[in-house]
């Protein structure tokens, strides 16, 4: 049973760089959200893609965009990187748009540092 | 989506002692949902609950909702050093919006 899968683990970048991320679904699910978790703080919401759109976003400056391919696999792009963008990145995918009964499914993560 | 709060923030007990987390929101909520994220984890889904009074038991764990859905509880009886880990409630819509967490440390 193939889980959520994220790319890359671990990611070094410097200030003002870009970045690209990448989240494979679980196997039967359609909708992909995407969660920044800081050290020691809960996940916070940045986006949600279902049916190919950005149906949901959080309180995250445009700098942060996404994409839904047509096999429900998502990227997440960081434009102009910040020191404070150093954070746990989450995949979450779930089957519809509000995971009503079986919760989301999150992947391990990408652990990005900006120095 | 609708935010909830979360005590006690941190939590150390020793193994064998009951531990709780108490989950609440100013609204009410329709549902709520229960992670467990072990230390440098991922969160993975426990448990969703959805009526009113609503209680529901997995091993040692019971998760209860309170009866004006306001509020919710994760009760671990007879805690184990695997139990260690940060618990986060969640309140429902399009994004999970999950409280600050409680971190639990278990002393063997």
């Known amino acids: 049973d193939a889980g959520v899968t994220q790319s890359p683990t671990h990611l070094i970048k410097t200030r003002g760089q870009q970045v690209t991320l990448r989240c494979s679904p679980k196997?039967?699910?359609?909708?992909v959200s995407w969660y920044q978790q800081a050290l020691g703080q809960g996940p916070q919401f940045i986006f949600q893609y279902y049916e190919e759109e950005e149906r949901q976003r959080g309180n995250f400056p445009d700098r942060f965009s996404g994409h839904q391919f047509p096999n429900y696999s998502s990227e997440l792009n960081v434009n102009a990187l910040l020191l404070g963008d150093s954070a746990l990145y989450l995949c979450?995918?779930?089957?519809?748009?509000?995971?009503?009964?079986?919760?989301?499914?999150f992947g391990s993560g990408t652990r990005l540092t900006v120095v | 989506g609708q935010q909830v709060m979360q005590i006690p923030q941190y939590q150390h007990v020793q193994e064998g002692e009951d531990f709780t987390t108490y989950c609440n929101s100013s609204?009410?909520?329709?549902?709520i949902q229960w992670y467990k994220q072990r230390p440098g984890g991922h969160p993975v889904f426990l448990i969703q609950?959805?009526?009113?009074?609503e209680v529901k038991k997995q091993k040692r764990l019971t998760f209860q909702f309170g009866e004006a859905k306001k509020n919710s509880s994760l009760h671990i009886t007879a805690t184990q050093t695997t139990d260690v880990g940060t618990y986060f409630c969640?309140?429902?819509?399009?994004?999970?919006?999950f409280g600050k967490g409680t971190s639990l440390l278990v002393t063997p």
């Open positions: 969640a309140g429902p819509g399009y994004a999970l919006n």
């Open positions: 979450a995918s779930s089957l519809g748009d509000r995971a009503v009964g079986n919760g989301y499914t």
């Open positions: 196997s039967g699910h359609d909708t």
């Open positions: 609950l959805v009526k009113s009074g």
């Open positions: 609204t009410t909520l329709s549902n």
